[in-house]
């Protein structure tokens, strides 16, 4: 038997809806594919006014996988 597979660190880039600054947040996922984590509702913080709230995975401005080697 094979090893099992190894997941995926997706790393979407979202803008703050209050002052517009980068919120990162990364996902592991089995998936290497984008349209699952993009229609996660991931919770979010801003690290420089402090909003925080929800949005869906196809809200970021951008989305890079990769492969994670734990």
Same mark, same amino acid.
Do not use: Y
């Given at each position: ?10 790393? !979407?880039?979202?803008? &703050?809806?209050? %002052? ?12 290497s594919n984008v349209d699952e984590v993009d229609a996660r509702t !991931?919770?979010?913080? &801003?690290?420089? %006014? ?8 196809t809200e970021a401005k951008r989305h890079w996988v990769g492969q994670?080697?734990?």
């Amino acid at each position: 038997m094979g090893q099992p597979a190894k997941p995926f660190v997706h790393i !979407l880039l979202f803008a &703050c809806r209050q %002052c517009d600054e980068p919120i990162p947040s990364a996902v592991k996922s089995d998936e290497s594919n984008v349209d699952e984590v993009d229609a996660r509702t !991931l919770s979010l913080r &801003c690290g420089s %006014c402090g909003w925080a709230g929800r949005l869906m995975g196809t809200e970021a401005k951008r989305h890079w996988v990769g492969q994670w080697d734990s």
